[in-house]
T-cell receptor
Framework: GDSVTQMEGPVTLSEEAFLTINCTYT??????LFWYVQYPGEGLQLLLK?????DKGSNKGFEATYRKETTSFHLEKGSVQVSDSAVYFC????????????FGGGTRLMVKP | SQTIHQWPATLVQPVGSPLSLECTVE??????LYWYRQAAGRGLQLLFY??????ISSEVPQNLSASRPQDRQFILSSKKLLLSDSGFYLC??????????FGPGTRLTVL
């Protein structure tokens, strides 16, 4: 079945450091790929998405490129802020009836001033 | 704009007690609705989804059930809670273009 694998956290960085959170997936066909973010005490929010190979999703300084050849969708940000501290979830959707999301395990990011 | 309400926000229940979590949506009609669970230290697991009134699909067999009595209401229930049911329960709806919008969640602790 479909699955998403993320690097385990927590990831602890200093402010202004470069961030990479790895995400790889297993799926048949051509899934859409997503990054969701969960700030402390809140539900999930869509951060960015990409729907086909080589697409780059970007938002709030974060970006991720859909790499079909490596089945990856790594999240990057050039300079993190304390306010970026959250749990980040990589997910895929198969565009089937119901558009169900399959999530990775989540990666907690802690940014220290 | 679309809004999701979840009730209650937090809940502490003893093992073996019943459960009813409510999700209501505004600003849309005939949405696809989803229940996810996030167990402590783990990712999200899809529990149920519904494409319309009375239509429920279960993704994971367990002691939970779901119902959709109205177009904008999605209820998660259990007759007898287990310790393993503790977690953060999220209701979500389809926003189109493969995107889902999540509610604020209900934190359930089973003691």
């Amino acid at each position: 079945g479909d699955s998403v694998t993320q690097m385990e956290g927590p990831v602890t960085l200093s402010e202004e450091a470069f961030l990479t959170i790895n995400c790889t997936y297993t799926a048949t066909g051509y899934p859409s790929l997503f990054w969701y973010v969960q700030y402390p005490g809140e539900g999930l929010q869509l951060l960015l998405k990409a729907t086909k190979a080589d697409d780059k999703g970007s938002n709030k300084g974060f970006e991720a490129t859909y790499r079909k050849e490596t089945t990856s969708f790594h999240l990057e940000k050039g300079s993190v802020q304390v306010s970026d501290s959250a749990v980040y979830f990589c997910a895929l959707s198969k565009n089937n009836a119901g558009n169900m999301l399959t999530f990775g395990g989540g990666t907690r990011l802690m940014v220290k001033p | 704009s679309q809004t999701i309400h979840q009730w209650p926000a937090t809940l502490v229940q003893p093992v073996g007690s019943p459960l009813s979590l409510e999700c209501t949506v505004e600003g849309t009609s005939n949405p696809n609705l989803y229940w996810y669970r996030q167990a402590a230290g783990r990712g999200l697991q899809l529990l149920f989804y519904s494409v319309g009134i009375g239509q429920i699909s279960s993704e994971v067999p367990q002691n939970l059930s779901a119902s959709r009595p109205q177009d904008r209401q999605f209820i998660l229930s259990s007759k007898k809670l287990l310790l393993s049911d503790s977690g953060f329960y999220l209701c979500a709806l389809d926003r189109g273009a493969d995107t889902q919008y999540f509610g604020p969640g209900t934190r359930l602790t089973v003691l």
